[in-house]
């Protein structure tokens, strides 16, 4: 498991990791189907669709 947080990702294997979601983010994550494994949760008025996109985007990979 990674998570980005700002703008530095963390992976599991080097440290450990917890998430804490509520409910509803759970369902979220549970629909979450096909190739898309990434969701992220941002502050309102956060930038454009496209900002979030390229803030989820992980230099090292190219799934976007």
């Given at each position: ?52 996109r390229d803030w989820m985007a992980d230099p090292s990979d190219q799934?976007?």
């Open positions: 498991m990674r998570v980005k947080v700002g703008d530095k990702w963390f992976d599991a294997k080097e440290q450990p990791i917890c998430i804490q979601y509520s409910d509803g983010e759970r369902e979220q994550i549970n629909s979450n189907r096909g190739s898309n494994r990434k969701y992220a949760q941002f502050p309102d008025g956060w930038g454009t669709p496209d900002d979030m799934s976007r």
